[in-house]
């Protein structure tokens, strides 16, 4: 299969559209040479954004991971993540009280900053759940999946409430072949075996896509196909950003493999626009 070069077709749009994990970095952490992709971007005036199902902590602390690293020019305003949609909503939906959450205490930053008292699932005690409003899947980590996958069970068994999946990815890689259960993986086996519908926020759904464009028109005005939405994964940044009417690449850096990305795209009719190797700039990935 043809691949083209991220640098000779990035140069047609005004903004760009990055999804992070196999796109930016990957198991190993930051992509070496990601650092001359954004000087690059910025030599030819093309705006920027890391757009993320990663909901394991606030902008804040996402940019920092990027600046930490070198990347300076990524900074809170540049991340727009799943997370934030969902902390739109449970402050015009849940107003007040205590919402539970499954994920570290990082990633608790969402429930917070919409005005609202977190609960771990791992401190909620089954007598005592009358005070809890809500319930968010945030992270797949910072709890005890044995204990406290059942304890989100049973919570759901005995109180009625509204379900929120902060981050609607189902796996995600940890080497090059290998990949682990994201947080909404568990989520989707959670709502299987209670026959109950979750709250999704996230990519591919138009509406990350929109809160996406808005931000970036606050920039600059912006017609959608005068942006370019990079991803590893066909499921959710390609077919998202071909819904929402954007461009889209497929890099072959994280989720698709180079030996399986003509057979994906045949077998699921998600076609991008271009596929390249990676988005370095100086080389291949």
């Known amino acids: ?38 000087d690059f971007l910025d030599d030819h005036g093309i705006n920027y954004f890391v757009l993320t199902n990663d909901a394991s902590r606030g902008p804040e602390a996402l940019a920092e991971g ?7 020019s990524i900074t809170p305003d540049k991340i727009i993540s799943s997370g934030m949609l969902a902390r739109d909503w449970l402050a015009l939906k849940i107003k007040e009280g205590t919402v539970a959450y ?9 429930i917070e900053t919409a005005g609202l008292d977190t609960l771990p699932i791992s ?25 406290d996958i059942n ?21 995600y890689p940890v080497s090059k072949n290998d990949i682990a259960v994201a947080v909404g993986g568990l989520s989707d086996m959670v709502e299987e075996i209670l026959g109950k519908y ?4 996230g990519k591919p759904d138009a509406q990350m896509f929109m809160f996406a464009y808005e ?42 493999l180079p030996e399986m990305a003509k057979v994906r795209i045949t077998s699921s009719g998600i076609i991008p626009n271009y596929v390249c190797p990676s988005v370095l700039i100086n080389g291949e990935f």
């Open 151 to 171: 304890k989100v069970i049973n919570l759901l068994r005995k109180r009625n409430m509204p379900v929120v999946v902060a981050n609607t990815d189902i796996n």
């Open 66 to 72: 990027y600046r930490s690293r070198g990347i300076k």
């Open 215 to 256: 931000k970036a028109c606050e920039v600059k005005p912006l017609r959608r196909d005068e942006i370019l939405m990079v991803g590893d994964t066909l499921f959710t940044d390609i077919i998202g950003g071909n819904k929402f009417g954007m461009d889209t690449a497929l890099v072959l850096s994280g989720n698709t």
């Open 123 to 147: 401190q909620i005690n089954l007598d005592d759940v009358e005070h809890i409003k809500c319930l968010v899947f945030l992270d797949d980590e910072g709890f005890d999946w044995n204990h």
């Open 198 to 201: 979750f709250i999704r926020f």
């Open 1 to 38: 299969m043809r691949t083209k070069e991220f640098k000779n077709i990035v140069t047609k749009y005004k903004t760009v559209f990055f999804d992070a994990f196999g796109v930016l970095k990957n198991h190993k952490g930051i992509i070496p040479g990601i650092d001359k992709t954004f």
């Open 102 to 110: 499954l994920g570290t205490r990082q990633s608790a930053h969402y």
